[in-house]
Nanobody, 122 residues
């Protein structure tokens, strides 16, 4: 499946952004989806995941209470609402798809989109 992420930008600390990721798959609802990020000089890290039907979500501790992952299977799109952003949230954010949510939560994914840059200034 081809993925395209967008919605990044520059925001001040405390602000919000909503990232979107659209998928080309005709069977988008067959895929668990996730968001990852990679900050300069750091390894890629898991941010959030959502099951195929959207009934279950998983978050890294760094985003709990601030980030919300959701999906609209009719629009082949997964979202990441980010609130109360901090400078340490600055990173390139990637979306990923896989048939298994556990694979995404483990930090992997079958298909990846290009990243979208989020910059949070203090």
């Amino acid at each position: 499946v081809q993925l395209q992420a967008f919605g990044g930008g520059s925001v001040q600390a405390g602000g919000s952004l909503r990232l979107s990721c659209t998928a080309s798959a005709h069977t988008f609802s067959d895929y668990a989806m996730g968001w990852f990020r990679q900050a300069p000089g750091k390894e890629r890290e898991f941010v959030a995941a959502i099951t195929q039907g959207g009934g279950f979500t998983y978050y890294a501790d760094s985003g709990k209470g601030r980030f919300t992952i959701s999906r609209d299977n009719a629009k082949n799109t997964v979202y990441l609402q980010m609130n109360s952003l901090k400078p340490e949230d600055t990173a390139v954010y990637y979306c990923a798809a896989d048939s298994a949510t556990s694979t995404i939560v483990a930090g992997k994914g079958k298909d990846w989109g290009q990243g979208t840059l989020v910059t949070v200034s203090s």
